[in-house]
């Protein structure tokens, strides 16, 4: 919207929206001339400001990058100094030849090494990027994805994001009488009820007059495309053609302006608005050549013309001027923008309009009130926000009036509660990291706040996501853990600043992406609490039996194959899970949390002792029955192979049960990898090529039973001592 400038001083601490005499480097003059006087140059202007702290912020790195790297390296010393331990006992205490126990090594290093586990990372993101892409939010660095599933406080801008970015007349005010306007931005469609929430009559002569005035005294028109209604001139006067197409009942078309809804009428002349007087007027003929002047502007330089006021009956009397300032009052607390209408009839003869013909001898028909309407679906998203856990927190440069009126309507907590620029000046970082937390309105608000309110938020250890358009968004958006920048409306700097970009410039598509980043941390999650028991089960079986003295239960060769091709296969279907209901019904998690938790540290002793248990089982159970060596070592490894599948139905439902059909029927991938796996097992089982490159054997269908009987039991027991962990949990 375009902004009034004036040579009015202001008081030096005001906030830089309010700062009316000053015009900013990288702004347009709409209308007007003028003679100004630099003040500031490069580096020192608002603009040059704003590149300076951007300059300055400093990026921080995702979570999961951090936990993965860290993981990584200490992994990686584990597995060298457990093998070099091996490596020197096997040589110095063991029976093996050196050749023998250095291949048992390396198969205990490609055992242990989750070689997989970065590709499958890397896939689940992408897969996580195509998602969220589907929902309007375009990812503009991979592990952002990630890091927007942990959000637990979203600092978004009111307009555009909260709001549709329309004009729309919201209440009328007439004397004795009030309605209430129900519609969708500039279409003219919509219902209007008096306070009493009666639908008002077609024939009300007091809204009659209401749409004449509103719609006649109006240079712009509404057009329809194809993203709906859109208003053709200033956005408030598109605003108040819909009100005035909405009173008419305007038969809708393409185009809607003064002349479709009231045919007949002419103008004859008019005063356009000038910010000097503060008001437009026209000159209108009926279709019966009756002359009317009808005025709209701002109340307080309406209500000087006026000397009367229209009543219930459409007679007129004498203006009550303490009554109607308390309306404007009124209004103007709820957020929104007021104009009055004015009207008079005039000679038949005139043919020019001066300011004279108004002074005094105007009749108040009443007063408009005029918001950007909050988007339907944000208001949605917003309560969805609530129930995951996530603080919605709305940071605008607009007025506080405005921004409570709005964060009321769209559902934001705290909203008695507001903190402007001049607030937050006066605070020192301790106790503006307090009131943030506590606080969800922001108003008028400047870069530098924005970024200390993201700052100040993450040093409590929240992970923030932050919103913007506008180039004085760029150094928060850098700062904040997802910066998301919106894409119709946002500036190039904000855009290479933030990490997501929304599509539509809508907040029910953060929310959206919310979800789908929740989904993306779950999977990871998933790939993650799969592959760690299973290498681990594959390590330990080499580590027990080289301590042993034993065979090894599964060769070196056939360590690689589980590893490269099964491991690998069975986890990738984890990259392409759904969401698990009650997703959004979770708390966020904490900013700090391990990747290495307890549970699944447990989990992974828990499921790696059951593998080896099971393998050698197997193993033992064949060489107790006189089996060769390499068929003992088939079954083994079969065990294994039928373990990780079983493990693989267990993992897909890390907060719910497993034993359910939604659950066993699984998705089209997971059946896809299964069935590939295991008619690649068959392969090197019963293919005799095979079995010599893989040094396998046929094994007996008995005793393939026997393996498949206990993959079910494994099944069982994890499942159980799942559903006990989470019932001790929700009782806790």
Sequence with gaps: MPVEKDTDAVAADAALGDRHPMLFSGTLVTTGTGRGVVTATGAETQIGRISGMLARVETLTTPLVAQMDLFARWLTVFILIVAGLLLAYGYFIGHMGFAELFMAVVGLSVAAIPEGLPAVLTITLAVGVQAMARRNAIVRRLPAIETLGAVSVICTDKTGTLTRNEMMAARIVTAGSGYEIEGTGYAPEGTIRTDDGNDVAADDPRLAEFA??????????????????QSEGDPMEGALVALAARIARASASDMIGPAEIFDGWTRANAIPFDAAHRYMATLDRDPEGTAHIHVKGGPEAILTLCTN?????????????????DRVETLAGEGQRVLALATRTAPADQSDLRHADLDGQLTLIGLVGLIDPPRAEAIEAVADCHAAGIRVKMITGDHAATARAIAARIGLRNTDRVLTGNDLETMDDTELAER????????RTSPEHKLRLVTALQSRGLTVAMTGDGVNDAPALKRADAGIAMGQKGSEATKQAAEIVLADDNFASIAAAVREGRTVYDNIKKVISWTLPTNAGEAMTIVIALFAGMSLPITAVQILWVNLVTAVTLGLALAFEPPEPGTMRRPPRARHAPLLSGTLIWQILFVSTLFIAAVFGVYTYATDKGYPLELAQTMALNM??????????????LHGASFYWQAVRGTRIIWISV?????????????????????????????GMLIVGLAAVFLVLIETEKQMRLAFRTQR
């Design 212 to 229: 004449r005035a509103s719609g006649l005294c109006n240079d712009a028109a509404l057009k329809h495309a194809d993203t709906g209604w």
């Design 309 to 325: 006021q229209r009543t219930a009956d459409g007679e007129s009397e004498p203006l009550d001027h303490s009554w109607w300032h």
């Design 436 to 443: 943030a937390v506590e606080t969800d309105i922001f108003a």
């Design 640 to 653: 294994l192979v039928v373990l990780e599948i079983a493990y693989l139905f267990y993992i897909r439902n």
């Design 675 to 703: 069935i590939s796996v295991t008619a690649a097992q068959f392969a090197i089982t019963y293919v005799p090529v095979l079995n010599i490159v893989f040094g396998t054997r046929p094994v007996p269908l008995f005793d």
